[in-house]
Each structure stands twice: as C-alpha cells, then as structure tokens.
C-alpha cells in the first residue's frame, strides 16, 4: 500500500498521468501509413509524409517553447492536442495526398508545441508544492501511463481499423479533443496553505509560474536569461549529453526491426510483437526512473555519467555477442535510456531559469532532432560497410562519449530568475 507521501504525490501528479494517457493513446497510430498505402500512396509519397512532419518540428520546437513561457503552459498543450484532432479528421474529409500532408503538417505543430510544455508544467506544479526532487518520479509514472496507452494503441488499432479506418481516425481525433479539454486543467492546484508566504512565492517564481500570473519579461529579456544560463558550465554539459545521447538513441531506435531480423533471426511477420519488447523495456525505464534518481543522488554528477557509461557499454555489448546473446543487454539500453533520459530532463529543470523553462526544454529536443539528422548519414555510412552490428558498436561509443560533457560539480534544484 502506498505511503502518505506517495498518495500526496499522486493527487498532485494525476491530472499529468490522465493527459498523458489521452494523449498518447490514439487507434490510428500502428495503421496510418497502412491507411495511406490503401488509398493508393507509393512508397516516395509515404517518406515525402514523413520529411513533411518533421518541417513543423524543426521550425516551431523553439517558438513554441517561448510561447509557452511567455503566454500560457496550459494554453499551449491544448491548441497542440487540438490541432492533433484536427490532423485526424483532415484524414477524414480529404483523404488524398494533399490531406494527407495537411494532416502530417498539423501533427508536426502539436509535437512542437507539447514537447517542452508539459515537462515545465509537471516541474512547476511539483515546486509549488515543495516537491521538486521528486520530478523524476513524476515524469517517469507519466511516461510510463503514455506507454500503456501507446501499448494499447497498437492492440487496438487493427481491430478498430479493420471495422472502418474512419471509425479509427474519429476515435483518435475524439481522445485528441478530450486531452486538449483535459490540459486546460492542468497545474491549477496551489501551493499548500502556510507553506510559504505569498512574498517567498513571489521571489522564488513558483506560485507565478504555475498559475501564469506573473509578469513576465520581455522576448529579448526571456532569451539573454535562456543564453546565460546555457552559458553556465554546468547546464551546457548537461544539455550537450543528454542531446548526444538522445540523438544516438533515438537514431538507432529506427532500425530497431532490421536489427531484429538480422541479428534474432525474428521473421517478417513477427517483428511487430517483437517490438513490444523494446518498447516496454523503454516502458518499464520510465517507471523506475524516480527510484534511480533517488539511486544516483539528485546533486551529484558522476554517478549519472557512470549510468550512461554502462548504458552505452550494454548497447556495444548487444553489437558486439553473437545470436541471441545480446538481447538481454539490447533491451537493458532501452531500459536504462529511457530512464535517464528522464533523469536528464529533471537536471535540466532544476538548473533552468524560471523564464526560459519550457524554452529550453524544446531548445533540447530540437537540438536533439537535428542532431539525429546528422546522424542518420553516419550510421547509415557505417552500416554499408560494416553491418548494422558495426553502426551499432560505433553509436555505443558516442554513447559513452556523452558522458564526458556531464559536469562534475553538484547543481542547485529549483533554481529561479
């Protein structure tokens, strides 16, 4: 039975866990590009769908985030889930290749618009109430909801598809709407009463930036707060690893079902299920991320770089042992990234200044997407002349290079402008 502590955690953190599942739960999403195949898209038109997602990500990742900071947290993940139902049902009215792309174009929005708000949002919440080191914990049980409903998404989807792919597209167009409902009611609890005076809430920006009352500096001003801070030694090497192995894991994360084939002899027709072994490893990484945080120690350094050293040695491990050997370690690197990953995003959070939170969280994910960009000739260079196995050894080592750019003196959570 949960403790106090765990049940004040919960309460705090549940209207997260719930968004989190509408958000991620959607019956289309193991059949769209089945879907387009059907209405008679050729192979190029699927991947020029998938280059036109990614336009809205790489140009609104930042503006969206400085939105988010300067306007409304809470706004902002409502338009991005509301623009993701209207994706859906873009689907639905025009179904040919220019809907197709419209629908992918207003996706893309919502991915940027929600990448960094409801992490700053969560944190806030949480330090509003004193609970900031706990975010780890937080984010991962919220991650680890969005899993099951993914999870669900894939078990579902075929059923619902094979009935009527429209009636697929309304379901998730509908659970789309309701997280957008949902987000609008995020954060609204305040501060426990005689936790502190309303002159400390003030100065410490958490009450203010959990209700989106404070006044907040100018564009020019939000952005040197952001450039200083990033300046700092500290958040720098906490960014530059976290966006290193992002962008590797992430990367390789996409040839997942290759490498299943051609190292585990998987078939064709059952690379789908094993999927669901990586992903609920990601799943169950999340879930443990707040015991590993607490593991680690919320201030110190090394023992977060020693994390992602073994993280990456088990991955150089799942290339390098023949057969079936190196599964165990491929499915621990999915696991101890996805909690780290994490634990990345909660160093970020406490180091971050007030003003430019949820800037810099999607100032992350950007860099982490452009990164991976890169990346992808790379890997793709060295899996042509060595196998997928010596592309695999090689992104190990940039994994356990990450961890060089981590500091190594302790930071201060909960940091305010």
């Known amino acids: 039975m949960p403790g106090n502590d765990e049940k004040r955690l919960l309460k705090i953190a549940l209207p997260f866990y719930l968004f989190s599942a509408l958000s991620d739960l959607a019956p289309i999403y193991p059949m769209y590009l089945v879907m387009f195949s059907a209405r008679g898209l050729d192979y190029e038109q699927l991947s020029i769908l998938l280059a036109v997602w990614n336009i809205p990500v790489i140009l609104l990742e930042l503006p969206s985030g400085v939105l988010a900071d300067r306007w409304s947290k809470r706004g902002v993940l409502a338009i991005g889930m509301a623009l993701k139902a209207l994706a859906f049902l873009a689907w639905i009215m025009v179904p040919g290749f220019g809907g197709a792309c419209l629908g992918f174009v207003l996706w893309g929005c919502e991915s940027a618009l929600c990448s960094g708000s409801r992490q700053a949002l969560l944190y806030e919440t949480l330090r509003s109430h004193g609970r900031e080191g706990e975010y780890e914990a937080a984010a991962g049980a919220a991650g680890a909801v969005g899993t099951a409903a993914l999870l669900v998404s894939e078990a579902a989807g075929g059923f619902f598809y094979a009935c009527d792919p429209d009636l697929a597209l309304a379901l998730s167009a509908a659970i789309a709407a309701a997280a957008a409902l949902c987000a609008l009611g995020l954060g609204r609890s305040r501060p426990r009463p005689g936790s502190a005076s309303a002159e400390g809430r003030a100065a410490s920006g958490a009450g203010a930036a959990l209700l989106d009352e404070a006044p907040h500096p100018g564009l020019r001003g939000q952005l040197y707060a952001l450039r200083d801070a990033i300046r700092d030694g500290g958040l720098f090497g906490i960014l530059a690893a976290s966006v290193l192995a992002g962008a590797v894991f992430g990367t390789a994360d996409e040839f997942d079902g290759m490498w299943a084939m051609e190292r585990y002899g998987v078939p064709l027709a059952a690379v789908g299920l094993w999927a669901l072994l990586p992903f609920g490893a990601g799943g169950l990484g999340k879930a443990a991320a707040g015991r590993l945080a607490k593991a680690l120690g919320g201030r110190g350094m090394r023992r977060l770089g020693l994390a992602l050293a073994l993280a990456g040695l088990s991955f150089l491990a799942a290339a390098l042992l023949p057969g079936l050997w190196g599964a165990a370690p491929y499915l621990l690197y999915y696991l101890a990234m996805s909690a780290l990953s994490l634990l990345f995003e909660g160093r970020l959070q406490a180091v971050a200044p007030d003003e430019g939170r949820a800037t810099l969280l999607s100032f992350s994910s950007l860099l982490v997407t452009l990164l991976a960009t890169c ?38 959570r909960g940091r305010s402008s």
């Open 375 to 412: 990346l992808s000739p790379l890997f793709g260079l060295a899996a042509d002349k060595g196998g997928l196995g010596a592309a695999f050894a090689l992104f190990a080592l940039l994994t356990m290079a990450a961890a060089l750019f981590l500091p190594r003196r302790p930071f201060a």
